[in-house]
C-alpha cells in the first residue's frame, strides 16, 4: 500500500455545552456550542450553525460581542421572496414614476398590468427572468433603467426574528 501523506493529530476533546430555551409562548430552541467555536442553534426560529476558527481567547464572550450584521452574514441566506410584499413596492414604484412624469399613462398601465399578471408562486429568479425576457418592458424601457421593478430575495421573518430577538436573549443567559 502506497503512502500518501497523511498525518492523524490528535487533540484535546472540545468542552460542549447544550441549552434548551422555552419561551412564554411556548416555542423553543436548542442551542448547543462547543468551545473550539461550533455553534448551533434549531428550534422553532430554524435551525442555524456556523463554526469559527478564530475567535480569540473566549467563545461565550466572542458570541456575546457578535452584532446582528456581522451574524445575518454567517448565519442566515437570503432566499426569502415574499411575491405580493414586491409586487406591492413595484405598484408604488410604477405610480411614483407615473407621477413624476418618467412614465406615460399607457406605459405605466402595461407595466402595471404585466406585473399584476405575474405568477405569486413563481421564485424571485423567476420573477426577475419573465421582467427581463419581457418584450412589452423592454420596448418601454429602453431609456429608462427599470431596476427598481427587480426583485430580490431577503431574509426571512423568522431569520429576522431569530437574529433580532432570539439570539440576544439566548446568549444574554451564558
Partial sequence: MEKIGLELRSHEKSTVEQHQFLFSY????????????DFTCTGDYGNYNYSWCSFGDD???????????????????????????WQKKAFNDIISMRKSNELNREDAR?????????????????????LWESRELSDIYEEIHYAEFFPSPEYSPRQIQFIEEIYPQIVGVL
Avoid: Q, R, W
Fill in 59 to 85: 467563545f461565550i464572550s466572542f458570541l456575546k460581542g457578535l452584532d446582528s450584521g456581522y451574524l445575518y452574514g454567517k448565519l442566515c441566506k437570503k432566499d426569502y421572496f415574499d411575491f405580493f410584499h
Fill in 110 to 130: 402595461i407595466t402595471y398590468d404585466f406585473i399584476k399578471e405575474l405568477d405569486p408562486v413563481d421564485s424571485c429568479d423567476v420573477v426577475a427572468i419573465k
Fill in 26 to 37: 411556548g416555542n423553543h430552541v436548542t442551542m448547543t456550542i462547543s468551545y473550539d467555536g
